[in-house]
């Protein structure tokens, strides 16, 4: 019998109650505890526009994470289970960018202790070039039940 990796000790993929599948905690998870990169390809973001959409039918349901140099990380060609955290208004991890020499990549921490069972969540603060429009914020609408919900993924102005 193979040993579990550290990954599989925190973390599982299953259906969320949110939206569609999710990312929950297997074990309590310490505040700061670094718990998962955020991989797939790396690509340019006029590479990003010209597929999207990933599936025509839900065209806001995309796997992209883009990064601050303008690039863009596609999970869903080489992503992981990091691809399945959903949203919230009031997130109990955050996504960093570290800078290892000439590449940047994602890690997801806890932002609080998390509790075995508990889902895990971030802020997607999306960034769209359109004027922001009621139509906008329904396309990007936030599912998360936060108390404070802004009733959107996208970023706050």
């Not at 259906?15 to 670094?34: L, R």
């Not at 863009?72 to 960093?96: F, R, V």
């Amino acid at each position: 019998m193979s040993k579990k990796s550290k990954l599989e000790q925190l973390i599982k993929v299953k259906q969320s109650e949110v939206h569609g599948k999710g990312v929950f905690a297997v074990t309590d998870i310490p505040k700061n505890t670094k718990i998962i990169e955020y991989t797939g390809e790396r690509i340019s973001w006029k590479v990003a526009e010209e597929r999207h959409p990933h599936d025509p039918k839900q065209p806001n349901h995309t796997f992209y994470f883009g990064l601050e140099d303008g690039s863009t990380i596609d999970a869903k060609y080489g992503g992981n289970e990091a691809m399945w955290i959903n949203h919230s208004c009031k997130p109990n991890c955050q996504a960093l960018e570290e800078d290892f020499g000439k590449t940047t990549r994602v890690f997801l921490y806890a932002k609080k202790k998390i509790k075995k069972g508990e889902e895990l969540f971030y802020d997607y603060g999306l960034v769209v070039d359109e004027k922001m429009t009621k139509q906008l914020k329904k396309d990007y609408e936030c599912r998360c039940g936060a108390k404070h919900c802004r009733g959107t993924m996208l970023a706050t102005k």
